[in-house]
């Protein structure tokens, strides 16, 4: 079955700054990749998805992610990052019309 | 933009409560799933549904839990007698082309 580590329990980055949150999944055939946002108290935002093509992705607010097949990664990256970013991020991975497997998540706590 | 909705909000109940969590799916959307998260944990997938029946289910999914879709547009997901650990948030989500698409969540705490 398929699996997700987010390595990171928790990121503080200053605003402005870049940002790069770390996924590594494990999956026998191609998955299907995502980064969900979730604001305290809110539901699940999907902020981008990897299906096949072009190995860097752009989603919503300014995030990109890249799928790297050789390293079994598809980190999250934003050149800069803004007050409203802070949030709890999680990676998840999904074989096709399959249960989604979710990363632990990574806390974003953004500085002034 | 068309979401997924849910009902109620927050949900508080006593021990060996029948509840029922209601979700609107995206209307178009053929697969539907729960999910829940324990507060401060992950979010764990619980069952997902295609064409009236349930296509797979996780080892949280038992006797208590099951879903339904009463007419065109809910789907429910009954916990039959709730047990304090039960507590979490629930998650609905619909699903277009693998990507899902998730509701906003029903706070559910058993007392």
């Known amino acids: 079955a398929q699996s997700v580590t987010q390595p990171d329990i928790h990121i503080t980055v200053s605003e402005g700054a870049s940002l790069e949150l770390r996924c590594n999944y494990s999956y026998g055939a191609t998955p299907y990749l995502f980064w969900y946002v979730q604001s305290p108290g809110q539901g699940l935002q999907l902020l981008l998805k990897?299906?096949?093509?072009?190995?860097l992705v752009q989603g919503i607010k300014g995030f990109e992610a890249e799928f790297k097949r050789s390293q079994s990664s598809f980190n999250l990256r934003k050149p800069s990052v803004h007050w409203s970013d802070a949030a709890e991020y999680f990676c998840?991975?999904?074989?096709?019309?399959?249960?989604?497997?979710f990363g632990a998540g990574t806390r974003l706590t953004v500085k002034p | 933009e068309p979401e997924v909705t849910q009902t109620p909000s927050h949900q508080v109940t006593q021990m060996g409560q029948e509840v029922i969590l209601r979700c609107v799916p995206i209307?178009?959307?053929?697969?539907f799933y729960w999910y829940r998260q324990i507060l401060g944990q992950k979010v764990e997938f619980l069952v997902s549904?295609?064409?009236?029946?349930?296509?797979?289910k996780s080892e949280i999914f038992d006797d208590q839990f099951s879903v339904e879709r009463p007419d065109g547009s809910n789907f429910t997901l009954k916990i039959r007698s709730t047990k304090l650990e039960d507590s979490a948030m629930y998650f609905c989500a619909s699903e277009e082309l693998v990507a899902q698409y998730f509701g906003p969540g029903t706070r559910l705490t058993v007392l």
């Open positions: 998840a991975v999904a074989a096709a019309n399959n249960d989604m497997r």
């Open positions: 990897y299906f096949s093509g072009d190995t």
């Open positions: 209307s178009n959307h053929l697969y």
């Open positions: 549904f295609y064409n009236n029946e349930i296509s797979e």
